[in-house]
């Protein structure tokens, strides 16, 4: 924790600011002046400190002083009276690298706090596709919000993100199932030598260019096509960099326990940290494995891998419905490849059986079944059918569920995304409670206007944060208000490296949040997504102000954060 002693220095009066363990960080004359003073606040310094009465004062992009500055000169002073001034939000795990060069100001992410987000994640790096046929998911994407692929390696996208301007701070990993797109297409098969070559000298090649680390995406192809030998061999060019490996697991269900271990397993064989990416046990039958699977990180952690996690706070997940419910196989190659596979009969048929045989429960077809609790997303080839169930669906088209969903992925060509209403709440508690639990949204930076707003995106995309301050911690209690803030900025900002964020002191860049504790809450929902959650007063990045009255401010004062090269 942070600790703050005001003395007088030549006349001046000086706030020195000293961690738990007794060292300076920085201390500043205070009758200099400052650029912006927010005052009347409570400041949480991130670290689990309780919120303590003081103003801040900015100097450029920096924090210079935290203590009384009544009385001295600024050349805006902002009014945070029975506020909490916090660190700005860092999201260790979002999306919005697919975003990043058609929604600068990131609507839906400042405004509810967030400063830094980490893209990259699941294996999906923008940062490092390419203008070529075998990144046709990534071209349509972009070319739908009238964006494109201009750059050839991860140093031409930040340039263009930095040169283009966003209201974030921006950091990126590399995604695994991208480089393995750029050395093996869409290949479902394991590495050879010459091309395990080739993908660990593409890494090399991003970790030297600014990437903070690997991630992977193992229930996605062509991610999931690794085995752990590649997985191991990746991350040890990672961690050479200093870089972590972060992971959306191979299965979140039935099989979570096998695919935590495999992870854990490349923490010690590689002495690479590992990020457990949105941590959860998929489906009634699966709740409670969390306490099985945070015993593990325990176990791991004593055996010297250091492993932690993120998790977002809703009941639902939400992605592609051919990822929730076919079979891998089914999903080798590109959309075309899918759809000609069931459009065959009998592959269809087959497809079908695999599914039933794996999940007998799919064949009930009430509204109190499964597929009462999986609502379509984005569809965008039939907008009409977003926000309604599968058994719904398939009642009103007097089909089996499972023929339905077959039938609605070839019709839309597999871009079609389901929210799943199959995560306890209980284990939401659980996992949230453990210390060395982040909050990551799993979201992309959107905003309600344009195509964006047509698109019926999950509500963490807007309420991610909020909800953890109003629902966990001032409803529920299972976090204080303390604990929760460092688990939303100096957690994160270490796990990174992040050494001059993620914490509300002198010499730290001035990220900054300013919300009520008391009417802090998320607004958006599944019916209606879009919308922006209340209580987030002020946030600034690096010294500006981008959200403010519940509106952007028009500043794109975001850093391309780049981690040091050189192994």
Not at 423 to 436: G, K, N, Q, T, Y
Request: glycine content about 10%.
């Amino acid at each position: 924790m942070l600790s703050a002693a005001g003395t007088i220095l030549d006349g001046a009066a000086v706030m020195l600011i000293t961690t738990d363990r007794g060292d300076a960080l920085h201390s500043v004359q205070a009758d200099n002046g400052y650029d912006t003073v927010i005052e009347g606040g409570s400041v949480l310094d991130g670290l689990g400190g309780p919120p303590v009465r003081a103003d801040v004062g900015i100097s450029d992009d920096t924090i210079a002083f935290v203590g009384d500055l009544a009385g001295v000169r600024a050349g805006v002073r902002l009014n945070a009276t029975g506020l909490r001034v916090a660190p700005g939000f860092i999201d260790i795990h979002t999306h919005s690298d697919i975003s990043a060069t058609f929604h600068r100001q990131m609507l839906s992410m400042i405004s509810q706090g967030v400063t830094t987000q980490v893209v990259g994640n699941c294996a999906l790096s923008l940062g490092l596709a390419l203008d070529t046929e075998v990144f046709s998911f990534e071209r349509r994407w972009l070319r739908a919000h009238g964006s494109a692929i201009v750059w050839n390696d991860l140093n031409g996208h930040l340039n263009h993100v930095r040169d283009s301007g966003i209201a974030t701070n921006y950091v990126m990993l590399a995604g695994h199932g991208t480089i393995r797109k750029r050395v093996m297409g869409l290949a479902d098969r394991h590495a050879a030598a010459d091309e395990m070559q080739a993908m660990e000298a593409e890494l090399a090649r991003a970790m030297e260019q600014g990437a903070w680390g690997i991630s992977t995406g193992l229930e996605y192809t062509p991610s999931g096509y690794a085995n752990l030998e590649e997985l191991v061999a990746l991350s040890r060019v990672a961690v050479r960099y200093g870089g972590l490996y972060a992971t959306h697991l191979r299965n979140e269900g039935d099989a979570l326990l096998e695919a935590v271990q495999e992870a854990l397993d490349v923490g010690l064989e590689a002495g690479i940290p590992i990020q457990l990416s949105h941590h959860k046990a998929e489906g009634p039958r699966n709740w409670g494995k969390v306490r099985q699977t945070i015993q593990m990180v325990e176990d791991a952690r004593a055996k010297g891998v250091d492993v932690q996690m993120d998790q977002y706070p809703y009941t639902a997940y939400m992605t592609n419905v051919g990822v929730q419910f076919l079979p891998m196989w089914v999903l080798a190659g590109d959309n075309n490849d899918v759809v000609a596979r069931l459009t065959d009969s009998a592959t269809r048929a087959k497809v079908a059986e695999e599914m039933r045989s794996g999940h007998p429960e799919w064949d009930d077809a009430s509204p109190d079944g499964p597929w009462g609790r999986v609502e379509i997303g984005i569809v965008r080839g039939n907008r009409s059918i977003q926000g309604r169930t599968i058994a719904d669906l398939a009642a009103e088209a007097a089909q089996p569920p499972i023929e339905y969903l077959l039938d609605l992925v070839v019709s839309e060509r597999n871009f079609v995304a389901a929210t799943n209403f199959a995560i306890s709440e209980d284990d939401i508690a659980f996992v949230m409670r453990h210390d060395l639990t982040m909050i990551g949204s799993d979201a992309v930076g959107t905003g309600p206007d344009g195509r964006s707003g047509e698109d019926r995106v999950h509500p963490r995309c807007y309420g991610t944060f909020p909800r953890v301050l109003g629902r966990y911690v001032r409803e529920e209690g299972v976090l204080t208000e303390a604990e929760a803030i460092r688990k939303m900025t100096s957690l994160p900002a270490r796990r990174l490296g992040l050494k001059d964020r993620g914490v509300l002191a002198p010499g730290f860049r001035a990220d900054i949040t300013v919300y009520d504790a008391e009417t802090i809450r998320d607004e958006a929902t599944y019916n209606e997504p879009h919308r922006y959650a209340s209580g987030i007063a002020l946030v600034l990045v690096n010294g500006r102000t981008v959200w403010s009255s519940g509106s952007w401010t028009g500043a794109l004062p975001g850093a391309v954060l780049r981690r040091d090269a050189g192994p």
